[in-house]
C-alpha cells in the first residue's frame, strides 16, 4: 500500500520536512509520484528499510462525552456507547 508522504513520515517517526530532504539528496526516493506530483512511499519498503513492522501505522482518536448535571448519567453512558462505535 503507498502512503502519502506525512502517513510516511509519522510511521517511520521522522517530519515531513525530513523526508522531503531525504527525496532530495536521494537518500529515500518515493516509490510513486501521483499524476499532481505527490510523494508516495510503499509501506512494506518503508518496514524493510526502517526494520517496523508492516502495517505499523495505527490510528489513535481521541473521544469526548459530557454531561452538565449528574443527574444526566445515563446520557453520558448513551454518549459513551455511541462514541466507541
Known amino acids: 500500500m503507498y502512503l502519502s508522504i506525512g502517513a510516511a513520515a509519522l510511521a517511520i517517526g521522522v517530519s515531513v520536512v525530513t523526508m522531503r530532504r531525504w527525496a532530495k539528496s536521494g537518500r529515500l526516493l518515493p516509490d510513486h509520484r501521483t499524476l499532481g506530483g505527490h ?9 524493510k528499510v526502517f ?4 502495517r505499523s501505522l495505527k490510528v489513535h482518536a481521541v473521544a469526548y462525552a459530557r454531561v452538565a448535571a449528574r443527574d444526566q448519567a445515563q446520557d453520558l453512558i448513551v454518549q459513551q456507547q455511541k462514541l466507541e462505535k
Open 51 to 54: 526494520h517496523k513492522k508492516s
Open 39 to 47: 510523494r508516495r512511499h510503499d509501506e512494506d519498503r518503508l518496514a
